[in-house]
């Protein structure tokens, strides 16, 4: 391996006229209806049943496809970023949205509107990374925490009001309002971006190795896919179990791979820097509990307080502005006083407001859960992008777009992982409640339904609880961390002295 090479700095772009309003701007309304609509079908699934006359096992596929593309596209964006300029790449991610927002608003079949739902998440796949990406481009260091605050803001707030947006369309209007009012917003990003988005980074167009994308789309794709559906079918079944082995193989060679070339599509050099390794490890576990969390938690609104979709995407609503509003502040307090001042107060609130979830019954108030809800959402707005830009600011420019592909990767598969693990645990401690408990388990009363799935979503939660201690001991360790410079800016350095 040529360690020269791989760590030489890329041509770079002048950045001292880049109007970085304009471009923060178009940046965030684009993310902003794409991950939006990430959450908006969820109260929508039962109409979409009946429009279609298809069982939920199929229509579940507009969230398992939208989840699995998104899941195989991320891994291969570091690669793409190195081809395509900052323009391209998200004016093609925003046509790709726009285009199956259109496609699924017409469809007149389920085929069509799973095909508008893939190409959307092509959209969002591709842009996500970019978005991060060209944030640590044109900010300095000591300035990115506000804007990646910023970033937060989306990323948390957009998917937390779907349900409510979606249950208030589907109690008024069709199915495909859902779609045709996502249209003119994704057309006004496009403009917006086609006007005042400028190119930040040069393509160095690196040699593109078809078979380590083969192995990167085999492996995420075989992990995501195997977990998701586990919630669903349990872990005993070959569609669970075969595809996450198939996965796992194909990603230990993926590794391997990677490491062997000298131009990888994923650069796993990024883990020498240890900040950053232990912010991957860190986002992982807290991922899982919050997707994890935000999963359970709709069960428990409509399975044991037996509220409606809709009153229950309103129940979840204030956890989701709160957190909106927490995020460029967090990120402002980042930039002033360092990550541990907010990443270890955060865990601590985190792991309160799982403690506070194993305690909630049939009996308690809905005012208890919007608190609690509030409480670890406020939490982990203190941790996500405080750790995230902790971890990249360690990295040099030359690991940017991998060190994001990581860490969105990585995201998407410990979102998958937490759903899957901790619906399973729910299911299972149902199940034992039941055959414990109830007269007639194979018919169980309506209270003793539940009785028991309080007592799995008790399981669900202690096992969270356990979780969020494990990243909390991980986020004692998080230190502030200044950029490392590339080889070639030693030299420069050298030179100069």
Do not use: C
């Amino acid at each position: 391996m040529n360690a020269a090479s791989s760590e030489a700095t890329p041509p770079s772009v002048d950045l001292s006229k880049i109007k970085r309003g304009p471009i923060v701007f178009a940046l965030i309304i684009g993310a902003f209806v794409a991950i939006l609509n990430e959450t908006l079908l969820g109260n929508a699934l039962p109409d979409l049943v009946e429009a279609f006359n298809v069982p939920y096992s199929t229509i579940q596929w507009l969230t398992t496809a939208y989840m699995l593309v998104i899941g195989v596209l991320v891994p291969i964006t570091a690669m793409l970023q190195q081809w395509f300029t900052t323009r391209q790449m998200f004016l093609a991610a925003m046509g790709l949205f726009f285009a199956g927002t259109v496609i699924s608003a017409a469809a007149p079949e389920f085929g069509v509107l799973l095909t508008g739902r893939i190409v959307q998440a092509m959209g969002t796949g591709l842009m996500l990374p970019v978005l991060m990406n060209t944030i640590l481009v044109i900010f300095p260091p000591e300035k990115r925490g506000g804007a990646m605050g910023l970033i937060g803001l989306v990323i948390m707030f957009a998917p937390a009001i779907g349900p409510t947006v979606s249950g208030l369309i589907m109690d008024s209007m069709s199915w495909r309002w859902l779609f045709l009012l996502v249209i003119p917003f994704a057309a006004i990003a496009i403009l917006i971006s086609a006007l005042y988005l400028r190119n930040v980074t040069v393509p160095t167009k690196p040699k593109v190795d078809i078979l380590s994308i083969l192995l990167s789309t085999i492996g995420f794709g075989g992990i995501v896919y195997g977990f998701s559906k586990a919630g669903e079918l349990g872990w005993s079944e070959l569609e669970v179990y075969g595809p996450i082995a198939i996965g796992g193989i194909a990603l230990l060679l993926f590794v391997w791979r990677q490491l062997a070339l000298k131009d990888p599509i994923m650069d796993l050099r990024a883990f020498k820097y240890p900040m950053f390794t232990l912010v991957v490890i860190l986002l992982f576990v807290l991922m899982m509990t919050l997707f994890s969390t935000l999963t359970l938690l709709p069960l428990f609104l409509q399975g044991a307080l037996l509220m409606t979709a809709f009153k229950s995407g309103l129940t979840m609503l204030p956890g989701g502005v709160v957190n909106g509003i927490m995020a460029p502040i967090s990120g402002k307090l980042f930039d002033k006083f360092g990550p541990r001042v907010l990443v270890i107060p955060g865990l601590f609130v985190v792991v309160a407001s799982l403690w506070l979830f194993t305690q909630m019954e049939a009996t308690s108030s809905t005012g208890y859960v919007i608190f609690v809800h509030i409480v670890m959402l406020i939490g982990i707005s203190m941790v996500m992008m405080p750790a995230q830009t902790t971890g990249l600011n360690q990295l040099p420019p030359h690991l940017y777009p991998h060190g994001t592909a990581i860490l969105n990767t990585l995201t998407q598969v410990s979102g998958a992982i937490g759903a899957a693990l901790f619906i399973s645990i729910m299911s299972s401690g149902t199940k034992d409640y039941l055959e414990g408990n109830a007269a007639n388990p194979a018919a169980p009363t309506q209270a003793e339904q539940v009785q028991g799935m309080l007592a799995g979503l008790h399981d669900s939660f202690w096992i969270g609880l356990a979780v969020s201690v494990v990243a909390l001991v991980i986020g004692l360790f998080i230190r502030r961390t200044h950029q490392t410079p590339s080889q070639e800016q030693k030299g420069v350095a050298t030179s100069d002295a």
